[in-house]
């Protein structure tokens, strides 16, 4: 080992590092903050609000569960930031419950009232006028009343199993008779129907359901005192754990899972503020939660219920401009989607860029007879898949359609076990993903009949063939037919779905089998240029660094003198800017209208900018547990785009926050003399303007007017 080596050996000290869950905590603190930003519109801060509560119950259901069982197995073991399991909850419950107090706050003191102010009202049923509540009184007993069913609860009739997430009324009743003890019962709040009940005869005045069940205990406990009352929610453990060894077939034994997760452990039990102790100690002991996880809410339990406000009709003043995302062919256009990626590489930025030219591309492959084949990754689908159509009609015109449905993507489980399916109905050839790995790479192989031979269409991206969250979600993507391409994809469909060993790919870059290694062999190639005296950078974007070892190679790289420019939007173990270990390296992250996703990686190589896109966040799970592809930009103006949106994120100076070495995370003060840029509006009006050049270079398209 060489004595610059030796200088830059960065040793594992827990001072280095972030916590792997503080920082998500402080990611969806980020979220709250644009709920609390009065520069948003109304409305977008209610969703924003709404996100950050939803966020929060997937991180206790998956995060909080996973340490919890770490505990419960003993595991001692500190993680990166020198935290146990034990003293990470801990770190957590106190963190959570300034957040909750946080995002209570914003809700109750900021958000309602102006959501009233503005004519958007959610009222008690006990406020309602005579008239209204009539009408809510009638609502309930045609409506509601049918569907529900109370349960009482003593030592004949066992606590009910109450769904994770679902709202449920817990109430006290006296004793049956003197000196017999209190009496429990549940009412669960119907799922199917709609939490925010309008009151008749207004445009946009609500109730909540469990409100109205509460007004009308009279109609649910004929006869009966009810002494209290109150609204509670579990959370429950939903990690999913197959056991390989019992011989069940992979999709019976997921959907076996599936059923375990209805009846696992609490992690986290929510509750009205106003619960007596004396209820809220009996649900816990039936319930098995604990006192560290109770938490007791000082408004609308599940905030989710906010989001049925967001698209109110009538209310367009107070949401964001909308953005039509901008074509990427003319609709006049005639000439076949293989001609136009024949003629160059397309790149594609959603959700600024249409969706369109990836369901084009499946739905062409699907209808087009030289086509011979189509294989798909699927990850997450939307309801009312396009693709998921083209594919099932592929299948009945009797091409060879091969999917790999990744059946383990988290909470979209049951989803993806009915597309699998329906597509295996229609003809397919389904694989339900590969043991002991989940199929996280998104890539599309289209293989068809030319005039010159066979040729190879591929769409390689960083984000689901979604066409819902491609409006939601910044992505991007690459059509393509270059021959190398072509054949690296056949590849790796080959490699997925035979018995062959890993494939040595050419030009994608495969997890678990090489990824890492490659990551690893570019910075220290940054590195080496930084200790030659050479300009040596790398900038990349992605959802979450968590990869100790890419992390201690940042480092090294930032001790040689590379600048290192990092957009994370989510969970961020490094700390930026310490002397002597991070002097040179930035993180910023952009939380803004859309869900940052895509995944860039940008390094200078001595000016010879190399440039990839990649489906892998740098984290373990996904450079070891995953199978994944990073593919490199190489056409010129799609590498200029890409670099391009890279510049344009780390100079947002309204939405760009960036982590300190205490780990909080600020927004520049911006000059005065500097004008704001926010990188999402400022990317779509750069996407928009190009579209607008191009139209105006096309000749007009003269079309006869026939009789008919």
């Not at 009352?229 to 992979?250: A, F």
């Not at 799609?638 to 995370?665: I, M, Q, S, Y």
Request: aromatic fraction near 6%; hydrophobic fraction near 45%; charge should be neutral.
């Amino acid at each position: 080992m060489s004595k610059a080596r030796v200088r830059r050996k960065v040793e594992r000290q827990p001072e280095q590092f972030f916590n792997r869950e503080l920082s998500w905590l402080a990611f969806n603190g980020r979220v709250l903050e644009e709920a609390a930003d009065p520069s948003n519109p109304l409305l977008e801060r209610v969703k924003f609000a709404a996100i950050a509560a939803s966020n929060l119950d997937e991180f206790f259901m998956v995060r909080v569960a996973r340490l919890k069982n770490a505990v419960r197995e003993g595991d001692g073991e500190a993680d990166a930031a020198g935290l146990t399991p034990a003293q990470q909850l801990k770190s957590i419950a106190t963190r959570v419950h300034e957040f909750v107090a946080q995002l209570y706050a914003t809700v109750n003191t900021q958000l309602l009232p102006a959501l009233d102010r503005e004519g958007i009202r959610l009222r008690l049923v006990a406020d309602l006028d005579a008239p209204e509540r009539a009408a809510v009184t009638s609502y309930f007993r045609d409506e509601v009343l049918p569907a529900l069913t109370p349960l009482a609860i003593d030592e004949s009739r066992p606590f009910p199993l109450l769904a994770s997430l679902s709202l449920n009324v817990a109430l006290r009743l006296p004793p049956a008779e003197p000196g017999a003890a209190q009496r429990l019962a549940v009412v669960q709040i119907p799922p199917r129907l709609p939490r925010l009940v309008r009151v008749p005869g207004t445009a946009s005045t609500f109730v909540l359901l469990g409100d109205l069940i509460r007004a009308e205990f009279d109609a649910i406990f004929p006869g009966q005192t009810v002494l209290e009352s109150t609204i509670v929610r579990l959370s429950r453990d939903s990690e999913l754990e197959l056991d390989d060894e019992g011989g069940m077939p992979y999709l019976e034994a997921l959907e076996e899972e599936l059923r375990r997760r209805r009846r696992s452990d609490v992690v986290r039990l929510e509750i009205e503020t106003s619960a007596s102790h004396l209820l809220l100690d009996a649900l816990a002991r039936e319930t098995g939660a604990t006192d560290d996880d109770v938490y007791r809410v000082p408004g609308l339990i599940d905030l989710r219920v906010l989001m049925g406000l967001v698209d109110l009709p009538g209310f367009d003043a107070l949401r964001d401009r909308p953005l039509k995302p901008v074509p990427v062919f003319d609709e006049r256009d005639e000439v076949s989607i293989f001609d136009r990626i024949d003629e160059r590489d397309i790149f594609l930025h959603h959700p600024y860029e249409s969706f369109d030219p990836v369901v084009r591309l499946v739905s062409a492959a699907a209808d087009d007879p030289d086509v011979l084949a189509i294989k798909m990754t699927l990850y997450r689908t939307s309801g009312d898949s396009r693709i998921i159509a083209a594919l099932s009609h592929a299948a009945d015109l009797g091409k060879q359609v091969t999917v790999i449905v990744e059946l383990m993507a988290r909470f979209d489980e049951q989803r993806n076990i009915a597309w699998a399916r329906e597509l295996e109905e229609a003809g397919a050839h389904v694989i339900y993903g590969i043991r002991g790995l989940k199929v996280h790479a998104k890539v599309c192989l289209v293989v068809r009949r030319g005039k010159n031979g066979i040729r190879r269409y591929v769409h390689l991206g960083t984000g689901n063939y979604n066409e819902r969250t491609a409006r939601q979600y910044t992505d991007m993507g690459l059509l393509t037919s270059a021959p190398e391409f072509g054949v690296d994809a056949s590849a790796f469909f080959n490699a997925l779905t035979g018995f062959s060993d890993p494939p040595r790919l050419k030009q994608l870059v495969m997890a678990p089998t090489h990824l890492r290694e490659r990551i690893l062999r570019l910075i220290e190639r940054e590195t080496r240029r930084a200790e030659a005296g050479q300009t040596a950078e790398i900038r990349a974007k992605m959802n979450a660094l968590v990869d100790e070892r890419v992390v201690q190679a940042l480092y090294r790289a930032s001790q040689a003198g590379v600048r290192v420019r990092l957009n994370v939007r989510g969970t961020c173990v490094l700390r930026p800017g310490v002397k002597g270990l991070s002097d040179t390296i930035e993180v910023v992250s952009v939380v803004g209208r859309f869900l940052e996703h895509a995944r860039v990686f940008h390094f200078h190589n001595g000016g010879e900018d190399e440039v990839y896109l990649a489906s892998a966040d740098w984290m373990p799970r996904n450079l070891d547990r995953r199978v994944e592809l990073m593919f490199p930009v190489e056409a010129p103006e799609c590498r200029r785009r890409v670099l391009e949106a890279l510049d344009a994120l780390f100079r947002d100076n309204t939405k760009g926050r960036r982590l300190h070495p205490d780990g909080v995370w600020r927004i520049p003060p911006r000059p005065a003399a500097d004008p704001p840029l926010t990188a999402q509006l400022t990317l779509y009006e750069s996407a928009r303007k190009a579209w607008e050049r191009r139209e105006a270079s096309v000749p007009p398209v003269f079309v006869p007017i026939t009789r008919g």
